[in-house]
């Protein structure tokens, strides 16, 4: 009889994990069935699943009019970038707020964390003209800049916390055998917290890839990464949501597949100290 | 890693001060049909020009007006050429933002040009853009259904006889919507249909010392009218449709009657998208009891910023892209039917263009109609058609817009969003100094 209820629930279960997986999904799943459609299939009542004539026509149009591989390398320079230059300044800022705190440290990471609840459009004016005069205007180093110190507060937050989980003893047994500061850092610290940064970068190089607000407004043509990309294909006037999708299918192809090859990594990052 | 991303950094900005020698032109636009077509047929422009390179910034609707003002309002210079609206162009020519277009080519004809767009891009007689396409708004209907509905539209109808026809045409077991009007909250979407009716109703938005005029029986009159009709003959969620959402609509046969910008009639008459290609019948804006056509006017104009340190390539191209002879180029290319409809006098004259654009004459006729220095009948202290030409309007367009697609959802009554209206306006018109 336990066996009975304990195989209907991992049914009901299983169901419930599917469906929110599935619901999840939809959107992208939509996305990518539409960037196969003609501009008519696009918007047909009812809609078109999956017997609509495929086509190749969108992605044609897009590789003819826009410069794929141009907002391809930007958003990859841009998001690898500032996230390696995040690390490298908050594993060290981590390090120090975990392994010796002081009376102020839980004020300056709620400090570090309260830079991220303005909303961006409030310092755009004065960053434009910062940006203008230091001619950083749509150049990549100036993204990478930007976007670097948004991020900031998250990977410092997320390093702490996986820092934390370390016991301080074992750094303490390095000193003691003689373990100067900079290789307690690199041979004992970082190889321990090794799961914990590569979670942290992954998902911040999907926070960074992603970014659609700096990215559009301190861009014009050189710098513009992929999130100009697929804002070149939405019209309010005109219907192109096939090639709308195909260009947003191509956006999101390589992040999403980085996603999937590095789950593990990320999942066991994520819940890294959930259970104490 | 770290050090090459540093000098790939600095590589891209050295390479920007060094294409800055080679007079490349940066061109802000929006993606619509018009535009794409241009920059595809640019080749023309760069064999005639080889000392001057293009280079495209393309960007929906409203990320590039946020990303044009806040360039050009902080002298930023990404840009030697943008794609602006006929609301921006007085405003920011005012402001001292946009180089009058006084270099033009000499074959550009500025008398060719509509005497109404010509206006609307120019400031004390100087032209400070040139239209590139315009439009106004007119009526769309089946004509296979009015029929079979046993109504005639009139070339100039009234907003009851619209009505009556709406009704009419109606099925909704077959899903088949009398009436499909903008109910998407914004300054461009519902409130420009909406400021348009309301100036065939007699209504105005301010009296002429800028107070807020919703409280009058003509806005009421107006407000009612339209969410009743839509209740009555529209499509369900009406209040989140917006152009697109009607095109698509109206394309695929749902809709009986359409009234939008003009543009949308070379979309709808389309076989390769459009069901109904062969079925559309035209007439002009409705009048609701005043003799008002909506005054809907608007153009796609290219504009040179004050910032920018290539004025005289970027009158060149913009000679180029919105003159006589590139309409030509277009026809020869992709036919008459493609080309940029709405600012020259001549493209209306030409027989062609008239036999290959069945929607020509009455688009000509609405454009004509239209007259924004006076848009309503009472006197108004504004110009602009189906919005009103000051910096605030963007704001309080779209505030209004909310309350208004809430009472055409259902969520409020009528006279709700005209209190709500009425209360957030007279706010911002004081904080902004109009109301003293």
Not at chain 1, 62 to 90: E, P
Not at chain 1, 182 to 209: F, Q, R
Not at chain 2, 40 to 64: A, G, H, M, Q, S
């Amino acid at each position: 009889m336990a066996r009975a209820t304990t195989t209907r629930s991992k049914v009901i279960f299983t169901v419930i994990g599917w469906t929110i997986g599935f619901l999840i999904f939809f959107p992208i799943l939509w996305t990518f069935l539409t960037s196969f459609k003609s501009e008519g299939a696009a918007v047909a009542t009812p809609p078109q699943f999956l017997f609509f004539d495929w086509t190749l026509e969108n992605y044609r149009e897009v590789q003819s009019r826009s410069d794929y591989f141009k907002h391809f390398t930007n958003s990859v320079v841009i998001s690898v970038g500032s996230t390696l230059i995040g690390l490298a300044l908050a594993i060290p800022a981590a390090w120090a707020m975990a392994f010796s705190p002081t009376k102020r440290t839980k004020d300056i990471l709620m400090w570090m964390l309260s830079t991220k609840m303005m909303p961006a459009v409030g310092v755009l004016v004065p960053l434009y003209l910062i940006f203008r005069d230091w001619g950083l205007l749509d150049t990549r180093l100036g993204l990478v800049a930007v976007l670097t110190m948004i991020n900031l507060p998250i990977i410092v937050w997320m390093l702490y916390t996986y820092f934390k989980e370390i016991p301080g003893e074992i750094l303490e047994a390095a000193r003691m055998d003689g373990a100067s500061l900079m290789k307690e850092i690199v041979y004992v610290l970082t190889p321990m917290a090794v799961p914990g940064i590569a979670s942290t970068m992954l998902l911040n190089i999907i926070l960074a890839w992603n970014e659609a607000f700096w990215t559009l407004n301190l861009t014009a043509a050189n710098a513009a990464p992929l999130t100009a990309f697929i804002a070149s294909y939405s019209s309010p006037e005109g219907l192109f949501w096939a090639k709308l999708s195909a260009a947003s299918t191509m956006a999101i192809a390589p992040i999403l597949i980085m996603g999937w090859f590095s789950q593990k990594q990320l999942v066991r990052g994520l819940t890294f100290g959930a259970v104490k | 890693m770290l050090t090459r991303t540093l000098l790939l950094g600095a590589a891209s900005a050295l390479a920007m001060v060094s294409f800055a020698n080679a007079e490349t032109l940066t061109i802000a636009t929006v993606n619509n049909g018009d535009m794409v077509r241009m920059q595809k047929l640019t080749d023309d422009f760069t064999k005639k020009n080889p000392d001057i390179k293009l280079e495209w910034v393309t960007l929906e609707e409203n990320v590039l007006r946020q990303r044009v003002t806040t360039d050009i309002a902080t002298k930023g210079g990404q840009y030697d050429i943008m794609t602006i609206g006929t609301y921006e162009v007085p405003i920011w020519a005012k402001q001292g933002w946009l180089l009058p277009l006084d270099g033009l080519a000499k074959d550009y004809n500025k008398d060719d040009l509509l005497p109404a767009i010509r206006d609307a891009v120019s400031v004390d007689g100087k032209l400070y853009a040139s239209p590139f396409y315009g439009e106004s708004a007119m009526v769309m209907y089946r004509k296979d259904l009015a029929e079979k509905a046993g109504v005639t539209i009139p070339e100039k109808p009234t907003w009851d006889q619209i009505a009556e026809a709406a009704k009419k045409m109606t099925d909704k077991s077959t899903e088949t919507y009398g009436i499909c009007l903008r109910g998407k909250a914004g300054w461009g979407e519902n409130m420009a249909l909406l400021t348009a009716t309301a100036n065939s109703f007699g209504a105005r938005w301010f009296d002429e010392k800028w107070h807020p005029q919703f409280d009058q029986p003509e806005w009421k009159h107006a407000l009612k009218f339209y969410v009743d009709l839509m209740k009555e003959a529209g499509p369900p969620g009406a209040s989140s449709n917006g152009f697109n959402e009607n095109l698509a609509l109206f394309q695929t046969g749902k809709c009986g009657i359409w009234i939008d910008a003009t543009v949308a009639a070379s979309f709808v008459t389309n076989p390769k998208e459009s069901k109904v290609a062969d079925k559309v019948g035209y007439a002009l804006f409705p009048t609701g009891g005043v003799e008002n056509h909506g005054n809907w006017l608007w153009a796609w104009n290219l504009g040179v910023p004050a910032g920018t340190k290539k004025a005289e390539a970027a009158q060149k191209f913009i000679s180029w892209a919105t003159d006589k002879a590139y309409t030509e180029l277009v026809a020869s290319k992709e036919g008459w039917a493609n080309v940029p409809p709405g600012t020259r006098t001549s493209l209306y004259a030409n027989a062609e263009y008239q036999k290959a654009a069945p929607f020509a004459k009455i688009t000509l006729d609405a454009m004509t109609a239209a007259n924004t220095s006076k848009p309503t009948v009472k006197p108004v202290p504004y110009t602009g058609g189906q919005f009103v030409a000051i910096p605030e309007f963007q704001g309080i367009g779209t505030a209004v817009g909310q309350q208004f697609s809430a009472a055409l959802a259902g969520s409020m009554s009528v006279d709700q969003a005209l209190q709500g209206a009425q209360a957030l306006t007279t706010r911002e018109m004081t904080k902004g100094g109009y109301i003293k």
